[in-house]
Each structure stands twice: as structure tokens, then as C-alpha cells.
């Protein structure tokens, strides 16, 4: 290797199983910039709620063909050793990671009179402990000389959800650890931001909530996958290198 050259960067995804989802568009730009992928999926979730199945292994071989170096795994981040197998199989298979970014995630619709013990459980251990321990270890093992990037993926939380009580919940408490952590890791050089992409059409919308939203929209449409992917190849950049701690609300104005 060429003494004067630079390390390749190698980022974390988590939760790029589907093919129109926002891992999955951060996964393809960051591969555009030659960055070596890492992306996690848990296709029992994706095939019970979405009905998709193989889309991993295709998002895989399109990021080949980008000409980065490309490795996935299938992992529960429910279970609690999650965090130290996904930087196992990383540092094993790649290198050690520069960039994070948290993107899985478990949403079910819920309500308060629906809304127990074992909704917010399953919310809780995917969401907020699995991001939370995740970048925990990630900060651990973080060895680079350059900087290091942690973005967490949050939603309209500031806004009333009143269907989507935990899930509101559980994204609350990664904005406030956001905050928190962006503070302890600043002498280690990692910066750590949140980004709420505002409603995205990653294949949940139907055509009238589509209409329905892009009707109120300043700028007349819905976000989509690659409006959240571009935010995040900036934060994850060199020219980012001063902004941490923040909560991006990137709605298009809504």
C-alpha cells in the first residue's frame, strides 16, 4: 500500500433490507463516493410487514458493480449482543468502520388503548437500546486518525403521534441521546448528528396518503429516500467535520 495514500472509509447501515427504503438509498450514495459498505437486514421483519424477501441480496450486488467493497448480515438488533457481532463481523470482514449510520428500526401502529408492556418492549430494545449500544461500541473500538461519523435516523416525534405512541417514544430518546453523546465523543473526533427525514415514500404510502401529503407540502411532494441519503453523505463528510450535536428536521418545509 502506498504510504501517502488515505484509508478507505467503511461505513455501517442498519436496516437496508428493502429496495425503496432510506438504508438502502444511503447504502448506493455512499458506495458512489467509494466508500466500503457494511449493511445490516432482518428479513423476518421485512417479510411481515412489507412482504419483501430477497431485496438485500440485490442491493448487494448493486453496490459490486459500484466497485466498493460490499458485505451485509442478517441480525436481530433486538437480541443484546447484537452490537458487539455486527462490529465483529465488520472489523473481520473490512476494516475497522468510520461512519455509522442507525437507521433499523420496529414501528407498529399502537394508540393508547392498545399500547402495553409488550409493544413497548419490542420498540425499546430495537430503537432505542439497539442504537444506543451500537454506537456505544462503535465509539469503543474507534481507532482512525480521521474523524469518525455517527448519524441516528429520527422521525416527526415534536409532532403528535397519537397511533404511533412507542414508536414516537423510542425516537425521542435517540434524539436526546444524540445530544449527549455528541458531547462525550467530541474528543475522539466523532461527530454525532440526527436527521428527521420528514414523510418519505420508501413503499409504505398509498397513492391517496401520497396526494394527500404532497397537497400540504411547500414544495409539492413527498420526500423520498434519496433526499435522507444525500443529508447523511454530508454529515458523514469531511466538510461536516464541525457540526455535531444537531437535529436536523430535512421535511422540505413541512
Same mark, same amino acid.
Given at each position: 500500500?502506498?504510504?501517502? %495514500?488515505?484509508?478507505?472509509?467503511?461505513?455501517?447501515?442498519?436496516?437496508? *433490507?428493502? #429496495?425503496?427504503?432510506?438504508?438502502?438509498?444511503?447504502?448506493?450514495?455512499? #458506495?458512489?463516493? !467509494?466508500?466500503?459498505?457494511?449493511?445490516?437486514?432482518?428479513?423476518?421483519?421485512?417479510?411481515?410487514?412489507?412482504?419483501?424477501?430477497?431485496?438485500?441480496? $440485490?442491493?448487494?450486488?448493486?453496490?459490486?458493480? /459500484?466497485?466498493?467493497?460490499?458485505?451485509?448480515?442478517?441480525?436481530?438488533?433486538?437480541?443484546?449482543?447484537?452490537?458487539?457481532?455486527?462490529?465483529?463481523?465488520?472489523? &473481520?470482514?473490512?476494516?475497522?468502520?468510520?461512519?455509522?449510520?442507525?437507521?433499523?428500526?420496529?414501528?407498529?401502529?399502537? !394508540?393508547?388503548?392498545?399500547?402495553?408492556?409488550?409493544?413497548?418492549? $419490542?420498540?425499546?430494545?430495537?430503537?432505542?437500546?439497539?442504537?444506543?449500544?451500537?454506537?456505544?461500541?462503535?465509539?469503543?473500538?474507534?481507532? %482512525?486518525?480521521?474523524?469518525?461519523?455517527?448519524?441516528?435516523?429520527?422521525?416527526?416525534?415534536?409532532?403528535?403521534?397519537?397511533?404511533?405512541?412507542?414508536?414516537?417514544? %423510542?425516537?425521542?430518546?435517540? &434524539?436526546?441521546?444524540?445530544?449527549?453523546? #455528541?458531547? #462525550?465523543?467530541?474528543?475522539?473526533?466523532? +461527530?454525532?448528528? $440526527?436527521?428527521?427525514?420528514?414523510?418519505?415514500?420508501?413503499?409504505?404510502? +398509498?397513492?391517496?396518503?401520497?396526494?394527500?401529503?404532497?397537497?400540504?407540502?411547500?414544495? !409539492?411532494?413527498?420526500?423520498?429516500?434519496?433526499?435522507?441519503?444525500?443529508?447523511? *453523505?454530508?454529515?458523514? *463528510?469531511?466538510?461536516?467535520?464541525?457540526? /455535531?450535536?444537531?437535529?436536523?428536521? %430535512?421535511?422540505?418545509?413541512?
Amino acid at each position: 500500500m502506498d504510504p501517502n %495514500s488515505k484509508p478507505r472509509r467503511i461505513a455501517i447501515v442498519t436496516g437496508a *433490507s428493502r #429496495a425503496r427504503g432510506i438504508g438502502a438509498a444511503i447504502c448506493k450514495v455512499l #458506495a458512489t463516493e !467509494g466508500i466500503d459498505i457494511f449493511f445490516t437486514y432482518w428479513t423476518a421483519f421485512d417479510r411481515a410487514t412489507y412482504g419483501t424477501e430477497n431485496e438485500p441480496q $440485490a442491493l448487494q450486488k448493486a453496490i459490486w458493480k /459500484t466497485g466498493v467493497r460490499c458485505v451485509s448480515l442478517g441480525i436481530d438488533q433486538a437480541r443484546p449482543q447484537a452490537a458487539r457481532e455486527i462490529m465483529d463481523f465488520v472489523e &473481520e470482514q473490512l476494516g475497522s468502520p468510520t461512519i455509522l449510520v442507525n437507521n433499523a428500526a420496529y414501528s407498529a401502529r399502537d !394508540g393508547y388503548e392498545a399500547l402495553d408492556a409488550d409493544i413497548l418492549d $419490542a420498540h425499546y430494545a430495537v430503537n432505542v437500546r439497539g442504537t444506543l449500544l451500537l454506537s456505544a461500541e462503535f465509539a469503543r473500538r474507534f481507532q %482512525s486518525t480521521s474523524d469518525g461519523h455517527i448519524v441516528n435516523l429520527i422521525s416527526g416525534q415534536a409532532q403528535p403521534m397519537p397511533d404511533e405512541l412507542a414508536y414516537g417514544a %423510542s425516537k425521542g430518546a435517540i &434524539e436526546a441521546f444524540t445530544i449527549s453523546l #455528541a458531547a #462525550a465523543l467530541a474528543p475522539k473526533r466523532i +461527530t454525532v448528528n $440526527a436527521i428527521d427525514p420528514g414523510p418519505t415514500d420508501t413503499g409504505w404510502m +398509498t397513492e391517496e396518503i401520497k396526494q394527500q401529503l404532497s397537497r400540504i407540502a411547500p414544495q !409539492g411532494r413527498v420526500g423520498q429516500p434519496e433526499d435522507a441519503a444525500r443529508l447523511i *453523505s454530508f454529515l458523514t *463528510s469531511p466538510d461536516a467535520n464541525w457540526i /455535531t450535536g444537531q437535529v436536523i428536521h %430535512s421535511r422540505g418545509g413541512m
